[in-house]
């Protein structure tokens, strides 16, 4: 079973800088691709990034390519999300999603994600 729990959202100051993470209490993500995805109040789910188990197919979404950065260690069993220049409208509440890499444009639709974490938030505001 696989149980993800995001970390290291919180406030900061537009142009400032986060980096979150996605871990599993349960199995080991080694195998799966992650997605990252997010939410915003008023707003339908967005996907973000999303990785393949291998590193081999990597996605971003137009709004954040050139400002986020997905990376896996599987060795700590974690995938993070280097999020620079924030923005107001990057504010949302952040999820990450394991499952199958269905290609890259599926993945950041959600599809071929089975397993989803309780999200952190984000907020960027001055």
């Known amino acids: 079973q696989v149980q993800l729990v995001e970390s290291g959202g919180g406030l900061v100051q537009p142009g400032g800088s986060l980096r979150l993470s996605c871990t599993s209490t349960?199995?080991?993500?080694?195998?799966?691709?992650i997605g990252w995805f997010r939410q915003a109040p008023g707003k339908e789910r967005e996907g973000v990034s999303c990785i393949s188990s291998l590193e081999d197919i990597i996605a971003y979404a137009d709004s954040v390519k050139g400002r986020f950065t997905i990376s896996r260690d599987n060795a700590k069993n974690t995938v993070y999300l280097q999020m620079n220049s924030l923005k107001p409208g990057d504010t949302a509440v952040y999820y990450c999603?394991?499952?199958?890499?269905?290609?890259?444009?599926?993945?950041?639709?959600?599809?071929?994600?089975?397993?989803w974490g309780k999200g952190t938030l984000v907020t960027v505001s001055s």
């Open positions: 349960g199995s080991t993500l080694d195998r799966y691709a």
């Open positions: 999603a394991a499952g199958v890499m269905v290609g890259p444009t599926a993945a950041l639709k959600g599809y071929g994600m089975d397993y």
